[in-house]
């Protein structure tokens, strides 16, 4: 009942800059916290950023200071601002809403499907 549709992804070269969105859909009336995880070949998913519904934000050590996490509460939609990338970037993003109502429903989590992200040297 409720999607995450993610967008922005592609190929840049080192030092380069992408701005992914994903926007949720399906009657919504809350999400707690959105945020991105990555996940490179032959690992493991990893918090890249988070944000809450008030506005506060976590980072992974790796993109502090090169990414910046702002959601629209209002659109559902949070973004996730990539400068100054590195290939070690490369990895699929995917975008994540927690403890999200919609209609009579809560989900404790709900994942979009990705968008590859390739950071060439």
């Known amino acids: 009942q409720v999607k995450l549709v993610e967008s922005g992804g592609g190929l840049v070269q080192a030092g380069g800059s992408l701005r992914l969105s994903c926007a949720a859909s399906?009657?919504?009336?809350?999400?707690?916290?959105m945020g991105w995880y990555r996940q490179a070949a032959g690992k493991q998913r990893e918090l890249v950023a988070k944000?809450?519904?008030?506005?506060?934000?976590n980072y992974a050590d790796s993109v502090k200071g090169r990414f910046t996490i702002s959601r629209d509460n209002a659109k559902n939609t949070v973004y996730l601002q990539m400068n100054s990338l590195k290939p070690e970037d490369t990895a699929v993003y995917y975008c994540?809403?927690?403890?999200?109502?919609?209609?009579?429903?809560?989900?404790?989590?709900?994942w979009g499907q990705g968008t590859l992200v390739t950071v060439s040297a």
């Open positions: 399906g009657s919504i009336f809350s999400i707690n916290a």
């Open positions: 944000i809450t519904s008030g506005g506060g934000t």
């Open positions: 994540n809403a927690e403890n999200v109502i919609a209609g009579p429903f809560a989900h404790l989590e709900v």
